[in-house]
């Protein structure tokens, strides 16, 4: 017979958990933190320098009383302690340890058990204890009263009476060494499968982040949304800045190949903005503000005192209007003037046409009018038709040639004449040929053909077509009622610049048809 079958072992257990007696410690410490911002005072903090080991232990003190036959045990024994996760403590344990020799005085002993930290997580678990080898039975490992509060699903409830600042928190966890020269550890770390790691409900403040120096909330996703705000009823979300700097951004967005910042509204503005100086500001290497509508406004600008809409561009255009539709619908419209500042035409106002002629226009060519091209479909553009002014004094007289138009590719998005020509580029370089499009200015600044044949021209010269095909002359005078007059029907501008007796050539001129 096994001398252990004839011995009758009893043991009374307790179990404390020296792990959770902290609990209490660190929570009275933290309940003197002061409020987000505000250092620390070296009152609050420790005076000696202390290390994990000394502060937190992972040890399990336990201690027991031994009884062989009902007598006491004295002297050495073999303590094996195995850590069950169900009630029978079957199957392979969680976590064992061992220790031997362990002295027995009048069936007293006590021991201290190493054990891994991570087996402890609010799990139930049970205790199995072998005495030299003998199972002494399963048994429940209760916890310290209050250490329930740490068990999954339990709830925290906070002293309404507290202070207010950081102590007035229900949970207090604190790593501030690492906020005052530490390293980089989290303070607090959740994970999830699907739901939420951490989610904050209040009357006030869901959840709030502080930090001196480095993003007080950090949101990282790797295929999906890094932050995701939505509001019932106000703001999806809010940002303030109080710096005075300006870098001090109210916002500020990057992104790789997408949108730097894309708005979307269902009953108002995707993107609005205000400011001191301009409500949006826009840069980029091709378009600085690029708007889109399905049926209203591109992009909508307005000012009380200032300018509603302003663009400037060191190689491109500073606002550019299109329109695919041919409704009646404008590329760019305006219900007031419009002014342009343009060193070329400074306020110059042009009209498409078309060469309806035989001959080849060119840039600074006086035209006529010949006809008008109707319509292609209802609602479509109408344009005119031009040709080179062939006599003086013509009363027919349109305007003068800027540049050749490629209407094809802003109406149709197609060629012309079989040059391929992007999106922006609507005006080309040369001779306008018979059929072809072209800018005609219709007033203001121009640059034209003028001849001094008849007469030397000088700045304030009413013009008129000239005998020369294309060319600009000082208008002719008529008596009309004893007063000496322009011919009516056939001035279209004045000269900028002087031209001599007997010359020609290109000068600056007025467009101001009468």
């Known amino acids: 017979m096994n001398v252990h079958e004839s011995r009758q072992w009893w043991i009374s257990i307790g179990v404390t958990l020296g792990l959770l007696v902290l609990t209490w410690w660190v929570g009275t410490v933290l309940a003197q933190e002061p409020v987000p911002g505000q250092a620390p005072a070296d009152a609050l903090r420790p005076q000696t320098e202390l290390s994990l080991a000394a502060t937190v232990s992972s040890t399990i003190s336990y201690q027991g009383v031994l009884q062989e036959g009902g007598v006491p045990v004295t002297g050495d024994r073999d303590l094996t302690f ?51 080898g003998v199972d002494l039975g399963c048994e429940a490992i209760l916890p310290v009263p209050y250490a329930m509060s740490l068990r999954p699903g339990a709830t925290i409830v906070g002293d309404t009476g507290a202070a207010s600042g950081f102590g007035d928190a229900v949970l207090n966890v604190d790593n501030a060494m690492d906020l005052w020269g530490g390293g980089a550890s989290s303070t607090v770390y959740a994970r999830a499968g699907t739901g939420s790691a951490i989610r904050g409900e209040s009357g006030g403040i869901g959840v709030y982040g502080y930090s001196e120096w480095q993003p007080a909330v950090y949101g990282e996703a790797v295929t999906s949304t890094a932050g995701y705000f939505q509001s019932g009823e106000g703001y999806g979300i809010r940002v303030n800045t109080d710096g005075e700097d300006h870098w001090d951004h109210g916002g500020y967005f990057t992104s790789n190949g997408g949108y730097g910042v894309y ?59 299109f329109t695919w539709r041919s409704d009646g619908n404008y590329g760019l419209f305006t219900s007031d003037n419009l002014y342009s500042n343009n060193y070329h035409l400074a306020g110059a106002v042009m009209q498409v046409a078309q060469n309806a002629g035989k001959e080849a226009l060119e840039p600074g060519d006086v035209v006529v009018l010949v006809g008008v091209v109707a319509p292609q479909e209802p609602g479509g553009p109408l344009v005119i038709q031009v040709a080179q002014a062939a006599e003086a004094n013509s009363t027919a007289v349109a305007g003068v040639v800027h540049r050749r138009f490629n209407f094809a590719a802003v109406v149709e998005g197609e060629q012309q004449d079989g040059v391929a020509i992007g999106a922006r580029e609507v005006t080309l370089e040369g001779p306008v040929p018979p059929g072809a499009h072209l800018l005609l200015v219709v007033q203001g600044p121009a640059q034209g053909k003028a001849s001094a044949l008849s007469g030397a021209i000088q700045p304030g010269d009413l013009l008129s077509t000239a005998e020369g095909v294309g060319y600009a002359a000082r208008a002719a005078h008529v008596r009309v009622g004893g007063v000496e007059t322009s011919i009516p029907g056939t001035v279209f501008a004045k000269a900028l610049e002087p031209l001599e007796l007997g010359e020609d050539g290109m000068i600056y001129v007025f467009v101001t048809l009468q």
């Open 263 to 321: 708005g979307v509204s269902a009953q108002n503005y995707g993107v609005y903005g205000k400011g001191a100086m301009a409500g949006v500001r826009g840069s980029g290497d091709t378009q600085g503000v690029s708007g889109s509508s399905a049926g209203g406004y591109g992009v909508s600008g307005w000012s009380n005192s200032g300018t509603g809409v302003y663009g400037s561009s060191n190689g491109a255009n500073g606002v550019e209007g």
């Open 82 to 132: 195995n850590f069950y996760a169900n009630a029978g403590c079957s199957g392979v344990a969680v976590y064992s340890t061992a220790q031997n020799g362990v002295p027995l005085a009048d069936g007293v002993f006590s021991v201290q058990l190493d054990v891994t930290q991570g087996v402890f997580w609010g799990q139930a678990l049970w205790l199995e204890v072998e005495v030299d």
